[in-house]
């Protein structure tokens, strides 16, 4: 018999709020990369979540993380959404090929995302004002990324992880793998 839980109501955002310690966020960081690689497990073609954000991953009291809201998944080489459905998502921790129309996605999106939420976590602020967009110029400067890694107090040998998971062309990012090996050499 398979028993369905309800979902924990304390979305990442209000998680962070109590400012849990830095290994405490890598942790839940990491187990929701390993999330994230199970549901790449599953096979061919692979599994877009689409909609990787700080309310659809949930935190229990015990600290484990649920990522939540699958209704909108889709499998790789799909079309994008609609521009109409496209408003259910939240914009700001989506890959800039997800609002482009026609355009097929890949597993890459979801790491996209997933880099924002992993900035979020550590450093209480996303690197732009109103879109991922804005990263297409901020990335152009070599000391952006420098930077970066001084906010999130990591070192510099790491601007090229973050120049690839925030990469503007999919194809440059990460595998999920490879983002949950970098995440363990942080704690």
Not at 18 to 32: G, S
Not at 94 to 115: H, K, M, R, Y
């Amino acid at each position: 018999m398979c028993l369905l839980k309800k979902a924990p109501t304390t979305t990442l955002a209000k998680w962070l709020q109590t400012q849990p310690a830095k290994e405490a966020r890598l942790n839940v960081l990491i187990a929701i990369a390993e999330t994230m690689k199970q549901i790449q497990s599953v096979g061919e073609p692979e599994i877009i979540h689409r909609a990787i954000n700080l309310s659809n991953i949930r935190v229990g009291d015990d600290s484990n993380p649920i990522l939540i809201n699958f209704e909108l998944c889709q499998q790789e080489m799909v079309a994008t959404l609609p521009l109409n459905a496209r408003r259910t998502f939240e914009q700001k921790y989506q890959a800039p090929e997800v609002n482009e129309p026609g355009q097929s996605l890949t597993f890459a999106a979801d790491i996209f995302s997933f880099g924002l939420i992993i900035l979020f976590s550590l450093t209480g602020e996303l690197p732009f004002e109103q879109s991922a967009k804005e990263l297409v110029t901020k990335g152009r400067r070599p000391v952006f990324w420098k930077q970066l890694c001084q906010k999130l107090d990591i070192s510099t040998t790491h601007t090229e992880f973050w120049q690839r998971i925030l990469h503007v062309t999919p194809k440059y990012r990460p595998t999920i793998e490879q983002v949950l090996e970098v995440l363990k050499t942080w704690k």
